[in-house]
Each structure stands twice: as structure tokens, then as C-alpha cells.
């Protein structure tokens, strides 16, 4: 009786050699970057409701709101590509 052709094994290990070059770990200048944009967002916002809307910028009246969120939130939006 004739013998069965092995069948090929999947290329598994090539995958998981890529999987590992893709994981690279983020630079050094991210993580000071993602949590000074969050820290500086809150101060806006903070400087804002103590001044009572004279600071930081009285033109924008309370629109410095949207501006310190807006800040905080690119901070934030930084923690979902973060890598340690």
C-alpha cells in the first residue's frame, strides 16, 4: 500500500517572528508628552474656574473649557498607543 504524503506544516513560525518585529516600545519623549499634555489640559481648566474666566485667554470666555479638554483628551487619546 502507498504511504500519504506529510502534509506542510503552517508557516506559524514565520507569523510570530513578524508579530515580534512589529512590537516596538515606545521613545522615551511619549510618556512625558502624553501625561504633560493631560496635566496641562486640568491646569487650563483649573486657571480658568479660579480666575473666574479672566485667564488664560478672556477673549475665548468659555471656550477655554473646550480648549483644556481638548488638550487633556489628545493626552489621553496618547495612552491607547502607549507601550511599555
Known amino acids: ?3 500519504s504524503k506529510p ?6 513560525a514565520e ?3 513578524s508579530a515580534a518585529q512589529a512590537y516596538k ?3 522615551v519623549w511619549f510618556k512625558p508628552v502624553m501625561f504633560g499634555l493631560m496635566i496641562i489640559g486640568l491646569l487650563w481648566i483649573i486657571t480658568f474656574y479660579i480666575s ?3 485667564f488664560p485667554v478672556q477673549e475665548w470666555a468659555s471656550w477655554n473649557i473646550v480648549a ?7 493626552g ?3 495612552t491607547t498607543r502607549w507601550r511599555s
Not at 7 to 12: E, F, I, S, T, V
Open 15 to 17: 507569523q510570530q517572528t
Open 1 to 3: 500500500m502507498p504511504e
Open 52 to 54: 473666574e474666566g479672566a
Open 76 to 78: 489621553f487619546l496618547m
Open 68 to 74: 483644556g479638554f481638548g488638550i487633556a483628551i489628545v
Open 7 to 12: 502534509r506542510k506544516k503552517p508557516a506559524r
Open 25 to 27: 516600545p515606545n521613545p
